[in-house]
């Protein structure tokens, strides 16, 4: 059974960073497209940034290009979201999500982000 764990999520002040993590058991990073995404409040749930199973390629939403960052430490089984210049507008529970080869979806619990202006 895959269990996804979020964690790093905190208040920060607009211009601040924070560095979510996404620790992930029974089944291995390096299998997968690892993804995170984000839900604010009364909006629909949202795609942030993801990296392929290699680790070669990242993909970012507009919004989060040039201020997110998405990377994976695959003998550590764990993703990684890097927030810089964060604004109140990326206030918002963040979650991630695993699909591994064969379709197997899986998301984490979320972690909530709340950016002071």
């Known amino acids: 059974q895959v269990q996804l764990v979020e964690s790093g999520g905190g208040l920060v002040q607009a211009g601040g960073s924070l560095r979510l993590s996404c620790a992930a058991s029974?089944?291995?990073?390096?299998?997968?497209?690892t993804g995170w995404f984000r839900q604010a409040p009364g909006k629909e749930r949202e795609f942030v940034a993801t990296?392929?199973?290699?680790?070669?390629?990242?993909y970012y939403a507009h919004s989060a290009k040039g201020r997110f960052t998405i990377s994976k430490d695959d003998a550590k089984n764990t993703a990684y979201l890097q927030m810089n210049s964060l604004k109140p507008e990326d206030t918002a529970v963040y979650y991630c999500?695993?699909?591994?080869?064969?379709?197997?979806?899986?998301w984490g619990g979320g972690t909530l982000v709340t950016v002071s202006s």
């Open positions: 029974g089944r291995a990073l390096s299998d997968s497209v």
């Open positions: 999500r695993l699909i591994f080869w064969g379709g197997s979806d899986y």
């Open positions: 990296i392929n199973w290699s680790g070669s390629s990242t």
